[in-house]
């Protein structure tokens, strides 16, 4: 039950994803992943490679991921399902607002433009917010540690990659970006307290 729900959401999630980063590379434009840095590199595309193998070998066979397997209640599993089904619309979401400006490095785009609507109006980076919150799910529907461990490494790695990532927005930007920075959150919504 919980592989079949797991299955829809990978299908679809890939579909979106796959749609909007074929669009955006149809422009032909080469970006290149140099400016993360040999270390950054490797290890988030090492990380992230892992994550995607565990989640899609559990959904082909979950017996192959057997040795990575936790005794989890039913209802923490229903919760992966929440998350997952909660995390495509977010998806489509993040993805159709920010379009053909999407890019797999640091890097931008040479006609990239800031966007600040749709989930971006409240979270800088919610494709790294989804993304955990997708592979989080699939730990939790799958009960693996191992898809739990390679999604909280490959976080680490991006917030390790981020300040690099805002440094080029801010050089590429300037001020509007850092008018921005004061206005939302990292990864989750920065809380606004009224006086």
């Given at each position: 039950m919980f592989r079949i729900f797991a299955i829809?959401?990978?299908v679809v999630g890939v579909s979106i994803g796959g749609y909007y980063r074929y669009q955006?590379?149809?422009s032909g434009e080469r970006i290149t992943w140099n400016e993360e840095g040999v270390p950054i590199m490797v290890l988030l595309r090492l990380f992230g490679l892992l994550g995607w193998l565990s989640v899609i070998t559990w959904l082909i066979n979950p017996n192959w991921m057997q040795w990575a397997e936790v005794a989890l209640p039913d209802g923490a599993r229903w919760i992966g399902v929440?998350?997952?089904i909660i995390a495509v619309p977010l998806?489509?979401?993040l993805f159709k607002s920010i379009g053909r400006n999407i890019t797999s490095t640091v890097k931008t785009?040479?006609?990239h433009k800031l966007v600040t609507t749709g989930p971006y109006h409240w979270v800088r980076h919610p494709l790294y917010s989804v993304g955990t919150m997708l592979f989080l799910a699939f730990s939790l529907m799958a009960a693996n540690w191992f898809i739990a461990l390679t999604t909280?490494?490959?976080l680490v790695m991006l917030m390790?990659?981020?300040p690099k990532e805002e440094a080029n927005l801010i050089e590429r930007f300037g001020d509007e970006y850092r008018t921005y920075i004061k206005q939302t959150g990292r990864l989750i919504p920065k809380l606004r307290i009224h006086h």
């Open positions: 829809t959401i990978f955006a590379e149809k929440g998350l997952g998806m489509y979401w785009r040479k006609d909280l490494l490959g390790v990659r981020l």
